[in-house]
């Protein structure tokens, strides 16, 4: 049931209802949007100068960055997924076992009473300007 | 106070469906539809902090706000081109106010026209092909005694350290060696040099019978298209091999299925390449304004 209509060995698409709706060959990569979205699609002058071309050259940083992302998890070297600083899943397991043994994990909370003291202006988000 | 803000998306017909609702765009913004005669501008008002002077060059600066626009402009014109043709603008087309982008509609409606009458009914896929190691599949004319490991780097440095250590104990006999040293490992200096021309040769047979390879499959998938576009194939470091073809085809909706199907069959037909085939894509590349 989950499976796409295809037909059986040539994978090849099928018309769905509409314009454009065949199954994707294969999955449009970062680089591939990035081809096309930075630089194509009708060129007409807005009020508002953009200058794409350093965007054009930090896409190459955001490809490499891409790249060794890729490289580096096939080699297995995928340390910062289980890292708080650099993953929102190891945050969350974190949580989760300080929730099992909250004497392990003793953190500020806000119904400490005492530590709403410290942080007079609740919301700091809100703008300084 | 400035004036708004007005990210420009896509073109499409007026008669178009809806744009639908909960779509948003690069800053999470609601997009919507300005209408002006036949013509339709899909579009989002940004949020104050972009539509400062600066504010959208400055945030195209930070490479993670920069992917997500990407990611979220043609998320909408993806969208878009699902239901009804679309011609894509190009990413950060800002006018101050709807009332600048009916002027647009208006006094380009000349090029925005033809423009849409290139996109309606058709998609762009994109084939790239890679050239494959030499001597991988090992052919019938493929030169013996090359084995051309896929590790390119540590295969010279290992041949290179070998070629040093052979040349320090075959001081001897180095003319016999020359001889027979192409058919098994080194043994001299000058057998070295001989294996690294027959490899340098096989790699630069390689790469022009990916070249012939190359030419063929763009003639067989143009003939399916009705536009062709070439795009760079130079792409950096992401990328093992840089690609002998990069193309675009612009492809009648009608025709896609024998499209795709014909660049599969050429997957068996050219051993030498390797395909990636993607779409349908909306036609970023076949929008250009003349002149």
């Known amino acids: 049931m989950a499976r796409p209509a295809r037909t059986q060995s040539t994978g090849l698409p099928v018309a769905g209802a509409g314009l454009g709706l065949l199954d994707r060959p294969e999955p449009a990569s970062l680089a591939d949007v990035l081809e096309r979205v930075l630089d194509k699609g009708i060129v007409i002058a807005g009020d508002i100068r953009v200058d794409l071309v350093s965007v054009e050259l930090l896409t190459i940083r955001i490809r490499l960055l891409i790249a060794s992302v890729d490289r580096a998890r096939e080699m297995g070297i995928d340390w910062w997924e289980r890292d708080p600083m650099f993953s929102s899943r190891a945050r969350a397991e974190i949580a989760s076992e300080a929730v099992r043994h909250p004497d392990r994990h003793r953190e500020p909370h806000p119904s400490d009473g005492h530590r709403e003291a410290d942080h007079p202006n609740g919301h700091r988000e809100a703008d300084r300007d | ?291």
């Open chain 2, 1 to 291: 106070m400035t004036d708004p803000a007005v990210w420009l998306y896509a073109v499409r017909p007026a008669a178009a469906p809806a744009v639908p609702a909960g779509l948003s765009g690069v800053a999470g913004e609601p997009v919507r539809s300005v209408c002006h005669g036949d013509l339709e501008a899909v579009v989002g008002t940004l949020p104050p902090s972009l539509a400062a002077q600066d504010g959208v060059q400055a945030r195209l600066a930070d490479p993670v706000w920069l992917e997500q626009a990407v990611r979220r402009h043609h998320h909408v014109v993806d969208t878009l081109f699902r239901a009804a043709a679309t011609v894509p603008f190009r990413l950060a087309t800002i006018y101050r106010g709807d009332d600048r982008v009916v002027e647009l509609l208006e006094t380009r409606a000349a090029a925005l026209r033809p423009a849409l009458e290139t996109a309606t009914g058709r998609a762009e896929w994109g084939v790239r092909a890679y050239p494959l190691p030499a001597g991988t599949p090992a052919g019938p004319g493929a030169p013996a005694g090359t084995p051309a490991a896929p590790g390119t780097p540590a295969d010279s440095a290992s041949s290179a350290g070998r070629g040093a250590a052979a040349e320090a104990g075959a001081a001897t006999g180095s003319g016999a060696a020359a001889g027979t040293a192409v058919a098994t490992a080194p043994t001299t200096g000058t057998a070295y040099l001989l294996r690294r021309r027959t490899e340098l040769a096989a790699r630069e047979q390689a790469r022009a019978e990916a070249a012939a390879e190359a030419a063929e499959l763009e003639a067989t998938l143009s003939q399916w298209a009705v536009a062709v576009r070439r795009l760079s194939t130079d792409h950096g470091a992401d990328e093992p091999v840089p690609a002998v073809s990069n193309v675009s085809y612009l492809v009648e909706q009608s025709r896609a299925a024998d499209f795709v199907a014909c660049a599969h069959r050429l997957r068996e037909r050219l051993p030498r390449l390797r395909l990636r085939i993607t779409g349908p894509w909306p036609p970023y590349s076949f929008v250009e304004l003349p002149g």
